[in-house]
Each structure stands twice: as C-alpha cells, then as structure tokens.
C-alpha cells in the first residue's frame, strides 16, 4: 500500500492566518491526490481534487499544490468555520489517506 | 443534493457480524461506485471497499476475507457485512460515493459526499 504522511500532525493559528499542510506519498502518485475536511459529528468534506482542483462551492480562499510526492494544501486567511481535521487522500491505487492534521486556534 | 445516511446496531459482539445499511437520497444509486471507509478511534481513516450498480466490488486486501458489499437498487440502498469481527472493528463507519472523471490519460477519483458516520462497538 501507499503510505501517507501528513505534517504536522497538529496545528494553531489565529484567525486570518495563512496555513499549510503538507502531505508526503511513499511513492508517486502523479496528481491522485485529494484532500477533506472532518469536523466530529458531520460528514467529511472534500475541498480539493485531483491534487489542484477546487471542488464546487468551497472557498477560493482553500488550495492545493502538488505532484510525485509532495503536496500542499494552504488556507490563505483562516476563518473561524476552518478549525477541523484535514486529511490527504490518494487515489493512484489501492485508496489510502494521511493520518490527519488537527487545526485548532490559537 | 445527494446526501448519504449510514444505519445499523451500535454494538456487536466478538466473532458475530457487522451489519451496516446506507441510503442514497436525491440521487440515482445506478451511477458511480459506493464506498465503505471507517475510522477506529484515534487512528486513520480506511477505505473498506466499493461496489458498483451493477454489482461488482472492490474489496481492501486487509479485510477482504470478511467483508461483503451489497446493493440494493429498488430501496437505493448498499450494504456492508464484516464477519467474524474482534475490538479492533470499533470504528466509525462511514458511507460514502465515490466520483471522479477520466482526462484521457488517467481516472481521477475521490469521495463525496460522505455520510455523517455511525460509530460501532465491538464488545460482549
């Protein structure tokens, strides 16, 4: 299986920062790379697909970089809605996800 | 918009069967691939397996031995069995559709929506 390796595991911010997470494969993984959102109690949200592409309605102010090995997901000015749990997801082969980076405030 | 609710017994016991339903609302079941993924408590997030429509599934290697996904397209309806089950099946189950396109070149593929998850206990 492909491994996932999220950093950090955690995070604080402050309201209007700008975040980045980043998500390691263990092997190529070309663009199949997706990343969601997760607040306990509700449905995991996806933001960002095929490492780059920006899922319809969520805000411009989330995106995602990326390919190979290396990816990035960066929230340009946090709000107070974005404090979750963000997990990484491949897609190249059998589907694996990262272990999760808690976003909480500061 | 499509939405997704998972459904079944809290609590099951050592060595009997998981038992889990998910209902497809506002949209047709008979497109797209549906999924299973789970999330033991304090770990990862793991993808089960998929079915189709029309039948045909794709199991985790890791629980393949145990598992079965059903469908059933009259009740919009799919389904996940894990048999002979031990603690280590405690997790929140989630549902979930798996979309995705084809560039040509490569099929893209990820979850959404998900279902809000259902957490079962494995314990006597």
């Known amino acids: 299986d492909i491994q996932m390796t999220q950093s950090p595991s955690s995070l604080s911010a402050s309201v209007g920062d700008r975040v980045t997470i980043t998500c390691r494969a263990s092997q190529s993984i070309s663009t199949h790379l997706n990343w969601y959102q997760y607040k306990p109690g509700k449905a995991p949200k996806l933001l960002i697909y095929a490492a780059s592409s920006l899922q319809s309605g969520v805000p411009s102010r989330f995106s995602g970089s990326g390919s190979g090995t290396d990816f990035t997901l960066t929230i340009s000015s946090l709000q107070p809605e974005d404090f979750a749990t963000y997990y990484c997801q491949q897609s190249y082969s059998i589907f694996t996800f990262g272990q999760g980076t808690r976003l909480e405030i500061k | 918009q499509v939405q997704l609710q998972e459904s079944g017994p809290g609590l099951v016991k050592p060595s009997e069967t998981l038992s889990l339903t998910c209902t497809v609302s506002?949209?047709?079941?008979?497109?797209?691939?549906w999924s299973w993924i789970r999330q033991p408590p304090g770990k990862g997030l793991e993808w089960i397996g998929h079915?189709?429509?029309?039948?045909?599934?794709s199991y985790n290697p890791s629980l393949k031995s145990r598992l079965t996904i059903s469908v059933d397209r009259s009740k919009s309806q799919f389904s996940l069995k894990l048999s002979s089950v031990t603690a280590a099946d405690t997790a929140v189950y989630f549902c979930?559709?798996?979309?995705?396109?084809?560039?040509?070149?490569?099929?893209?593929?990820?979850?959404?929506?998900w279902g809000q998850g259902t957490l079962v206990t494995v314990s006597s």
């Open positions: 079915i189709y429509y029309s039948g045909s599934t």
């Open positions: 506002n949209d047709s079941i008979s497109r797209y691939y």
């Open positions: 979930a559709r798996r979309a995705g396109y084809y560039d040509g070149n490569n099929y893209y593929n990820w979850f959404d929506p």
